[in-house]
């Protein structure tokens, strides 16, 4: 590690400090992290074509706590159980055919968020920064929107996947983008003060 890392890295308070975890606390961490997500899979709001749920909420936290390559390992292995058929998805849904259907794009899109705030994070977006943090997890929230809505509109049409696939989750992005930032504030201010 360089001075300008070890710089970062100790501005850089967080509640996991995975990069230095042995290859079993990781793959511990992977298994927890795909419960949380699961979890927040089956907080749910049915709608048509895709339903509101927490896992957004989730995938923002999992990037922001793990790092943009555990996080990303995470999420992708939470996605490989839901396609091999364990009822890890919303609302306990299970199957590859998830992945072709109406979600298809949000589920892609997952990982891609999911490191994004990741890499942010790493960069000092973090919970000792709310904003930023905020700014974070929107960035991540505007990125499954975006590619889900890519996806949906190749399905159903450019304007009625707005209109369903990005208009009803707007307002809920940003209050779970408050929420996740609220979240890691509260995770990583016990690291902020040992680090002191």
Not at 143 to 156: K, M, S, Y
Not at 161 to 187: N, Q, R
Request: charged share 10%.
């Amino acid at each position: 590690m360089t001075s300008s890392t070890t710089a970062v890295a100790c501005n850089n308070p967080r509640a996991l400090d995975v990069q230095n975890f042995t290859l079993p606390w990781k793959i511990a961490a992977v298994f927890f992290g795909t419960l949380f997500l699961t979890l927040s899979s089956y907080i749910e709001v049915p709608m048509i074509p895709v339903p509101i749920t927490m896992q957004t909420f989730a995938v923002m936290l999992v990037g922001a706590l793990y790092g943009w390559r555990l996080g990303g390992i995470t999420i992708v292995a939470w996605l490989m159980e839901g396609a091999l058929g364990l009822p890890v998805l919303a609302g306990g849904a299970a199957g590859a055919q998830h992945f072709l259907g109406a979600t298809g794009g949000y589920l892609f899109a997952f990982p891609v968020a999911g490191m994004a705030v990741g890499w942010l994070t790493e960069r000092g977006w973090n919970g000792q920064r709310v904003w930023l943090s905020f700014l974070a997890m929107l960035i991540g929230n505007a990125i499954c929107l975006v590619l889900g809505a890519a996806w949906l509109a190749v399905l159903i049409g450019a304007e009625q996947a707005i209109m369903a696939g990005v208009v009803p989750f707007v307002i809920g992005g940003i209050l779970k983008s408050g929420l996740g930032a609220m979240t890691l504030k509260l995770l990583t201010r016990d690291t902020k003060n040992n680090a002191e």
